[in-house]
């Protein structure tokens, strides 16, 4: 992260001017800003660096970080976070199950999510690989809602996964 230079650590020989709350103040020498910020007892605090000239913002420098703490915290909670949803199967179940599952699926997709869709074999439905493959397969095109394979069909002890993600 860029660290905020504030009054003497500005090195712009011009700056544009804002005040507390954000009004234009117009432009102003290093000098002359640092005089008027000093004026009023407030901070001179380069807001955009990279901006020709640059932006500096008259306030205190304590409320200023306080306000850029509370815009990251609101940022990181409107972030959309991404869960992976487990939809279990088995070689066994039901064409009228595996529907309910799809269309399960469907709702975590819209929603964003991933879907990991697994397959658990026991005992001797181990020695039937292409049937649970078949059956994942056959779940994968029962769903509706657009989607990738983000993990593509993998084997690990009695459990075949896959993890499907929403096609944007």
């Given at each position: 992260?860029?660290?905020?230079?504030?009054?003497?650590?500005?090195?712009?020989?011009?700056?544009?001017?804002?005040?507390?709350?954000?009004?234009?103040?117009?432009?102003?020498?290093?000098?002359?800003?640092?005089?008027?910020?000093?004026?009023?007892?407030?901070?001179?605090?380069?807001?955009?660096?990279?901006?020709k000239p640059?932006?500096?913002?008259?306030?205190?420098?304590?409320?200023?970080?306080?306000?850029?703490?509370?815009?990251?915290?609101?940022?990181?909670?409107?972030?959309?976070?991404?869960?992976?949803?487990?939809?279990?199967?088995?070689?066994?179940?039901?064409?009228?199950?595996?529907?309910?599952?799809?269309?399960?699926?469907?709702?975590?997709?819209?929603e964003g999510?991933?879907?990991?869709?697994?397959?658990?074999?026991?005992?001797?439905?181990?020695?039937?690989l292409d049937?649970?493959?078949?059956?994942?397969?056959?779940?994968?095109?029962?769903?509706?809602?657009?989607?990738?394979?983000?993990?593509?069909?993998?084997?690990?002890?009695?459990?075949?996964?896959?993890?499907?993600?929403?096609?944007?």
């Open positions: 992260m860029l660290r905020t230079r504030i009054n003497h650590q500005i090195q712009a020989k011009e700056l544009r001017l804002v005040n507390e709350d954000g009004e234009q103040i117009g432009l102003f020498s290093l000098s002359e800003a640092l005089k008027m910020a000093a004026d009023n007892g407030l901070d001179l605090v380069e807001v955009s660096p990279n901006a640059p932006v500096a913002k008259v306030i205190d420098y304590a409320k200023f970080r306080y306000q850029q703490k509370k815009a990251e915290q609101l940022q990181k909670k409107k972030a959309k976070k991404v869960e992976v949803k487990t939809v279990r199967l088995s070689i066994r179940i039901s064409e009228h199950d595996l529907q309910t599952k799809a269309k399960q699926s469907d709702g975590f997709l819209e999510n991933l879907i990991k869709a697994e397959l658990r074999m026991r005992g001797r439905e181990q020695a039937f049937l649970a493959e078949k059956q994942l397969k056959n779940f994968q095109s029962k769903i509706t809602f657009p989607t990738r394979v983000e993990v593509p069909i993998r084997r690990m002890g009695n459990t075949m996964s896959m993890i499907l993600a929403p096609n944007k």
